[in-house]
């Protein structure tokens, strides 16, 4: 299964650009979330999602009720059943979200050099002269000469959706402003931003703790993304929260960096956080257009170092509307994979796109087309020449063992773990080949009753590039020094098989915990 990879640093034979890309039964090592809504949540589109390569579903509480968002789950169920995928659960917080209220659902025009104020009453009647917000502070917020935009459910940046205003002045507290560009704004719901304010609200608002509360603890999400994190201590007080609620305490919070203040704290906020959204479409609005990719980079290197995986969003916005990405979108998402990136994340592209199969299948063959002149060797080096000596041993078994798979030119590495913190170190070092993580179930009790543990550390690594996991028997414990291991393996190699990752001949690196000792070993497999 090992396949040759092309170095973007060697010449490449024109011709085999040409070449039809190999389908595999995992679309790409990169991993899709999609997130799910009007034209997305139907059992049959679900189930079409998942084969395309979906293998997190996001769903989004900045629209919908709970129980919209409950009879969506339950399709995704039903479709996870019947394509026997796996598929983990996100769910996206609102947070410090400021919004226009347009209860009338009336377009309305915005004029070039014109004047619009907005005002914190929202028992008025949105016009072209009058925007009512949901922030009362804001008027204390800004000064004359700040930037802010409003766009329609997500900022796109076309003129024709969206708005730049300057503030002109403040009276009381209503902010009047010059509008900067001409646009309708249609619908009942426009996104205001700020551009590099600091807007005093907290970052996980009573409605969010309602909404986990009394949807998320129930459905035991596997992750919680923290919208508008901007400090550290953002992401203890909402594990905080979690940890309050029982079900969730294994839920993995991704902090969602969207605005130049989490920017400032981004060091502080990785160190905290279990991984990390670039979230490109606020956050594009906030740095100069030039600095985005800088930030990119830097922020992707730096969670690929730290071994937690960072999510990039907003790359094929046209495919909203279009069958096919821009060249530019195109590029993005492999520069997206070439930069380090483990997943994609697929907002209005699913939630109300007119093609969410088509652009999570489109998104998924260019992640698999970048991956080949991905440059493993020197990402190797560069990752282990930053963990430097001593190595912890766990760091130490997980690069030798992508070593030996590189060197050998194995088809898979087979590594059986618990926690999950094996394979996660193991992915860190982007091998090239898949990762099958068979998470051996432990059992746990809480005095009042036995559980088995397992599955969301299985879901929790379908967010993480290479990485594909797979449940083992839970009486075959991962450090067993019976025969029981040997069993699992074969049971192991028997699913590699049926993917077709794994043929006749092939070799393969299994790395196990043997008694105390963990050991890496290479298997050739006969006929």
Not at 67 to 89: G, P, W
Not at 120 to 125: K, L, N, R, S, V
Not at 172 to 200: E, M
Not at 424 to 430: E, S
Request: aromatic share 6%; hydrophobic share 40%; proline share 4%.
């Amino acid at each position: 299964m090992h396949s040759t990879n092309l170095l973007l640093e060697e010449p490449i034979r024109m011709a085999s650009i040409l070449e039809p890309s190999k389908a595999g039964f995992f679309p790409a090592m990169t991993k899709i979330v999609g997130t799910l809504g009007p034209k997305s949540r139907s059992v049959d589109t679900i189930s079409s999602c998942l084969k395309a390569g979906m293998s997190v579903a996001r769903f989004d509480f900045s629209w919908g009720d709970a129980a919209y968002h409950q009879e969506t789950l339950e399709n995704l169920k039903l479709a996870i059943k019947s394509t026997k995928k796996l598929c983990a659960v996100m769910l996206d917080t609102v947070g410090p979200e400021l919004q226009v209220v347009n209860k009338s659902e009336a377009a309305i025009s915005l004029e070039e050099n014109g004047t619009v104020v907005l005002t914190p009453d929202q028992g008025q009647e949105a016009t072209s002269k009058l925007l009512p917000i949901n922030f009362s502070g804001l008027s204390k917020a800004v000064k004359p000469g700040s930037t802010i935009f409003v766009g329609q459910y997500l900022f796109t940046g076309s003129e024709t959706t969206s708005v730049w205003l300057e503030v002109s002045e403040v009276k009381g507290d209503d902010v009047v402003c010059i509008i900067k560009n001409s646009a309708t704004l249609a619908g009942s719901l426009f996104t205001l931003h700020c551009s590099q304010i600091h807007i005093d609200l907290p970052t996980l608002s009573d409605d969010d703790k309602d909404v986990i509360r009394k949807w998320g603890a129930p459905n035991k999400i596997d992750f919680l993304s923290l919208s508008y994190t901007r400090h550290a201590e953002d992401v203890r007080q909402a594990r905080e929260f979690l940890s309050k609620l029982g079900g969730l305490s294994q839920t993995q919070i991704f902090a969602k960096i969207e605005n130049v203040e989490g920017l400032n704290h981004f060091d502080g906020i990785l160190q905290e956080a279990d991984g990390i959204i670039l979230s490109r479409g606020t956050l594009g609005i906030d740095l100069p257009p030039e600095k985005v990719f800088l930030f990119q980079k830097s922020a992707l290197h730096k969670c690929n170092m730290a071994g937690k995986p960072a999510v990039v969003t907003r790359v094929v916005d046209s495919m909203t509307d279009n069958l096919r990405p821009t060249r530019a979108e195109a590029t993005d998402v492999a520069n997206a994979v070439l930069d380090g990136s483990d997943a994609i994340l697929l907002g209005a592209e699913t939630l109300r796109g007119l093609y969410p199969v088509e652009t999570i299948s489109i998104v998924g063959k260019i992640c698999a087309e970048a991956e080949k002149v991905f440059n493993q060797d020197l990402y190797f080096k560069r990752t282990v020449k930053y963990v430097g000596e001593p190595m912890t041993h766990l760091e130490s078994i997980a690069s030798s063992a992508v070593r030996a798979a590189i060197k050998v030119k194995a088809s898979v590495i087979i590594c059986f773990t618990s926690s999950g913190r094996a394979a996660r170190l193991i992915a860190k070092y982007r091998p090239t080949m898949p990762v099958l993580s068979v998470v051996i179930p432990r059992l746990k009790t809480n005095q009042l009753r036995w559980s088995f543990t397992g599955a969301f550390e299985a879901r929790q690594s379908l967010i993480v590039r290479g990485l594909f996991p797979m449940l083992a028997d839970p009486r075959h414990p991962a450090e067993s020094t019976s025969a029981t291991n040997e069993s699992v393996l074969k049971v192991a190699l028997d699913h590699g098989k049926a993917c077709g990752v794994i043929k006749s001949h092939d070799r393969v690196v299994v790395c196990q915990k043997m008694g105390d000792s963990s050991v890496v070993k290479i298997i050739e497999l006969d006929d």
